[in-house]
Every structure is written in C-alpha cells, then in structure tokens.
C-alpha cells in the first residue's frame, strides 16, 4: 500500500509530511522530502526495483493543497491527541555478554508527532539508534519504533522515553534483564486460543459424558419397568 500524509501543527504555520510503501504493514520504502531520494528498508529491494522521489514530491504538493481546503472547511478544528501505549522488548532471547537489540514500540497514538529517546543508567544514549517512519494503522491511528543495539549486563537497565501531544509529560518505560519480557501480540494470540480450544474440549466431553449418562439411565428405567 501506498501511505502519504501532511500535518500542519496550530503552533505554526510549517507542515510535515511523510511518503512510504509498506507490504503487510511493513516498510518497503519511504522517500527523504528533504533529500528528495528513496530511501529503501533494505538494501537489497532496491536491487530489483526502482522508484523515482520526484513521483512522491508530486503527492506531497496535492495533499498539502488539500489540506488547506480541509482546514477553512472544517473552521480550523484541531485533531483529537490520542496518547502513545509504550512496550519496550528485546530481539532475541537475553544472554548477558552477548549483543542483543532493544525494540521500543509506541503505539496506537495520533497524530503523527512522536519525539523517541534512550537512556542507558538515565544518560542519555544516541549512538547506533535507528528511529524509523510513522507505520499507520486500520484504525487511522499511528505506531513507531526505535532500535538501540546494546550488550546486556545484570547492572545496566534501559529507558525508552516518548514525548507526545496527547502527553501532559514524557512517558517512559524501564528494561533490564530482571524485568520479565512482555508477551508478543503473536504469542498472547496462541495462548488465548489454546485457552479457547481446552474449554471447548471440557465443553464437548461434558456434554458427551451427560448424553451417556442419561441414556444409561433410560435403559435402566425400562428393565424396572418390565
């Protein structure tokens, strides 16, 4: 899918925007406006496909157009600043020692204006973070993430931080290795079916075993009968 949006915040008058081609919500490409270039996820899918930025600054130049119109229609109504949820889980399973990456997810907030940071023991850490684009959802609101490679230590505990329109002050969530790993979205999914399918195998045998019982009584109520 194609995923392009403007905003322009009351503060000011200045607009930002975003351009990006995502398959099954993840990020092919996104074009640098700035830059005017494609900026590709992976190296290699540039390889064996193209796209031309120019396409995309075209795109921008309407929506902003439009965005004009939408405002003076709409008597300068400002959205509704939906706040981040926050989850902060590592890659891979944690071996003290061995170099690992810490995923900050922000998600489910709105609009689109979402400040990302990490602290390593509170200081604040910016090398070899990787920040990505805004990835919307089905329910027009947004999610993010930011990447922080990191060797673990039983000593050192990690702090993704967000600032947001829809936050009165920062939210922050705290990670060492003592901190139990939140469940994936996946995971909690497999547990609940399995949850499902036990109840309905106690639901199933229940009725079997009550549908044999009563039988058994019929036919010991016709023998007394004889």
């Known amino acids: 899918s194609q995923v ?15 351009f990006m081609f995502e398959f099954d919500d993840d990020e092919i490409f996104h074009v640098d406006l700035q830059q005017k270039q494609t900026v590709w996820r992976l190296p290699e899918f ?21 965005l004009d119109i939408l405002i003076k229609r709409s008597n300068e109504t400002p959205a509704t600043n939906v706040p981040p949820k926050l989850m902060v ?16 997810m922000a998600d489910d907030f709105s609009p689109p204006v979402l400040k990302m940071s990490w602290l390593k023991n509170g200081q604040p850490v910016t090398d070899r973070v990787q920040t990505m684009d805004y990835y919307p959802k089905k329910n027009n609101a947004f999610r993010r993430f930011s990447y922080l ?12 931080q967000v600032e947001h329109w829809g936050l009165k ?13 939140p469940l ?11 949850g499902l399918a036990v109840g309905i195998i106690g639901i199933v045998t229940g009725t079997i075993l009550g549908v044999k019982s009563k039988r058994k009584n019929e ?8």
């Not at 490679?149 to 993704?160: K, V």
């Not at 002050?169 to 790993?181: D, M, R, S, T, Y």
């Open 184 to 194: 994936p979205e996946t995971t909690e999914n497999v547990v609940c079916a399995l």
């Open 4 to 18: 392009a949006f403007v905003q322009r915040p009351r503060q000011n008058t200045s607009s930002s925007s975003e």
């Open 89 to 104: 889980y590592p890659e891979k399973a944690v071996e003290v020692g061995e170099p690992n990456i810490l995923i900050c």
């Open 219 to 226: 036919a010991t109520y016709r023998r007394g009968a004889l």
């Open 149 to 160: 490679p990191f060797i673990p230590t039983l000593q050192d505990d990690y702090t993704c």
């Open 169 to 181: 002050q920062p939210l922050a969530k705290i990670w060492n290795p003592n901190i139990p790993e």
């Open 46 to 66: 540039g390889e064996v496909t193209s796209f031309q930025a120019e396409g995309a600054q075209g795109n921008i130049a309407v929506l902003r157009s439009n």
